[in-house]
Each structure stands twice: as structure tokens, then as C-alpha cells.
């Protein structure tokens, strides 16, 4: 256990639906990163926060997409209308933003779009 | 960043040392090199970072030659549970666009 959580770790919808993840970083941690991972490929990174700013957005991040970190605390990601090729895991880390930087990861929740 | 390479898979078996490679041939002033950890339906797990010579945790070691052109996770005595995904990275922590760039890393089956 590194620290970090995330609810829900499975979560099945339907092509269309909404829905939200959550991502609870170690306490001190300023910065913030959501990443995807497909099966048999590494994590592809979508954006991070620096505290509540979002810095940097993936390419991969389409208008479907979109991510908060209220108060520099825990983040959300939400997808709008989704569609099966959302598909994934998707992973949280938190960092101290410090000379290492080390990014630690939560467990990830797997989405299913049927 | 740096682009790395390094090997698909490899095997071994309980009790050896298991050593594996990765280039980054175009690695830059600022980067250091990190390698992760990754269990099926977990999230990746930092092992170890370095930036030159030589670095050693309870877990694994790192070897980083002069040029930092390669760098080389060296696991000793490796167990069953060491089955896993393993990957290296190279990337400027200080950086304020830093992230994690993965490949598709070493997938190391451990035999009894």
C-alpha cells in the first residue's frame, strides 16, 4: 500500500454513460497525475496537477475528459459519454515535487464500457 | 524525453540474480533514471532511481556506467513473487512538465 487511493477499483457502465473516479493522494503530496494503461501496453499519462492547478493536459485528454483537484487535495476524473474505447485502467500517483520527484501509485480502477 | 529500450521478456529462476538492461542512448544532462515495478491489476511500484554509478536499496541495485547510455536493474536472488513488469524510465524530476513516460517494458517470468 503506497498511500494513494482510489474508489471505485472496478466500474462497469454502459456506452454513454457518465461516471467519475477518485483519487486520494499521500497527504503532503503537491503534485498529482492521472495515467491510463491499456492491456499489455505501460501507463500513457493524461494530465497532472501541480497543487489545484492542472498544468499539463495530454493530447489524449479529448473534451470527454476532464479532471479537477479541489483545494490541492484529492482529484476527480470524469468521462462524458463514454465510449468503449475508454476502456482501461487508470491510475493515480502523487509526488513531493521535490529534486526526486518519486511517483507513487494508487491501485487504479479498471472501467468497463459495454 | 529520453526514449528507452529494453529487452520484452525475460526468465529465470528462484534464487539467481536476474539482470536487466536498458539503453537510453539519447539521455540529457538533467534526467535520471527510474525503474518501476508493476504486478497484473496493480499499479506500478518505484523501485529504485538513480543518476550515475552506482545505487543500492533492500530491493534492488542500479548501475549506471559513465556515459548513462544504459543503466541496469540487477535483482539478487530473485523469487517467484518477483514475476512482474518491469520498466525503466529516464526524465528530469525538476522539471515542471515532468511525467512518467512508460514503454512497454521487460515482462520477467520467475521459475521454480
Known amino acids: 500500500d503506497t498511500g494513494v487511493s482510489q474508489n471505485p477499483r472496478h466500474k462497469i457502465t454502459k456506452r454513454g454513460q457518465n461516471v467519475t473516479f477518485r483519487c486520494d493522494p499521500i497527504?503532503?503530496?503537491?503534485?498529482l497525475y492521472w495515467y491510463r494503461q491499456t492491456l499489455g501496453q505501460g501507463p500513457e499519462f493524461l494530465t497532472y496537477f501541480q497543487n489545484e492547478a492542472q498544468l499539463e493536459k495530454s493530447r489524449l485528454l479529448s473534451d470527454r475528459f476532464s479532471a479537477e483537484r479541489p483545494k490541492g487535495s484529492f482529484s476527480t476524473l470524469e468521462i462524458q459519454r463514454t465510449e468503449q474505447g475508454d476502456s482501461a485502467m487508470y491510475l493515480c500517483?502523487?509526488?513531493?515535487?521535490?529534486?526526486?520527484?518519486?511517483?507513487?501509485f494508487g491501485p487504479g480502477t479498471r472501467l468497463t464500457v459495454l | 524525453l529520453a526514449k528507452t529500450t529494453q529487452p520484452i521478456s525475460m526468465d529465470s529462476y528462484e534464487g539467481q540474480e536476474v539482470n536487466i538492461t536498458c539503453s537510453h542512448n539519447?539521455?540529457?544532462?538533467?534526467?535520471?533514471i527510474t525503474w518501476y515495478q508493476q504486478f497484473p491489476s496493480q499499479g506500478p511500484r518505484f523501485i529504485i532511481q538513480?543518476?550515475?554509478t552506482k545505487v543500492t536499496n533492500e530491493v534492488a541495485s542500479l548501475f549506471i556506467p559513465a556515459d548513462r547510455k544504459s543503466s541496469t536493474l540487477s535483482l539478487p536472488r530473485v523469487s517467484l513473487s518477483d514475476t512482474a513488469v518491469y520498466y525503466c524510465l529516464v526524465g528530469a524530476p525538476m522539471d515542471s512538465s515532468y511525467k512518467l513516460i512508460f514503454g512497454s517494458g521487460t515482462r520477467l517470468l520467475v521459475r521454480p
Open positions: 497527504s503532503e503530496h503537491n503534485r
Open positions: 539519447n539521455i540529457a544532462t538533467n534526467d535520471y
Open positions: 500517483a502523487s509526488s513531493l515535487g521535490d529534486r526526486a520527484d518519486t511517483q507513487y
Open positions: 538513480g543518476y550515475k
